[in-house]
Nanobody, 125 residues
Framework: QVQLVESGGGLVQAGDSLRLSCAVS????????TGWFRQALGKEREFLAA????????NYADSVKGRFTISRDIAKNTVFLQMNSLEPEDTAVYYC??????????????????WGQGTQVTVSS
């Protein structure tokens, strides 16, 4: 069983930066793929970024490429999402997730078996 706990959300202004954290327990981050997703009110859950277990493969949604960066702290077993140049359209609940198929960095929501509870990010204009 894998547990994920997100933190770092909050209310920011357009143009600000924010770093989300996802503390992983139950498995080493080296042995799972991890991804970040978001869900805005009334919309479907959207893929943002993923990294495979070995860390040599990353995958980004076109909508955030160049603005968002996924990274990991292996010693702390934590995954991060650095978000820059935030826009009001980035307002959503942000989730991290783990995929036991550690070799991949998939965009598919259904491939992730474990999910955190989410953290709210609100960007004001």
């Amino acid at each position: 069983q894998v547990q994920l706990v997100e933190s770092g959300g909050g209310l920011v202004q357009a143009g600000d930066s924010l770093r989300l954290s996802c503390a992983v327990s139950g498995r080493r981050v080296l042995s799972v793929a991890t991804g970040w997703f978001r869900q805005a009110l009334g919309k479907e859950r959207e893929f943002l970024a993923a990294v495979n277990g070995r860390g040599q493969l990353t995958n980004y949604a076109d909508s955030v490429k160049g603005r968002f960066t996924i990274s990991r702290d292996i010693a702390k077993n934590t995954v991060f999402l650095q978000m820059n140049s935030l826009e009001p359209e980035d307002t959503a609940v942000y989730y991290c997730a783990a995929d036991q198929r550690s070799s991949y960095a998939t965009r598919q929501v259904g491939e992730y078996e474990y999910w955190g509870q989410g953290t709210q990010v609100t960007v004001s204009s």
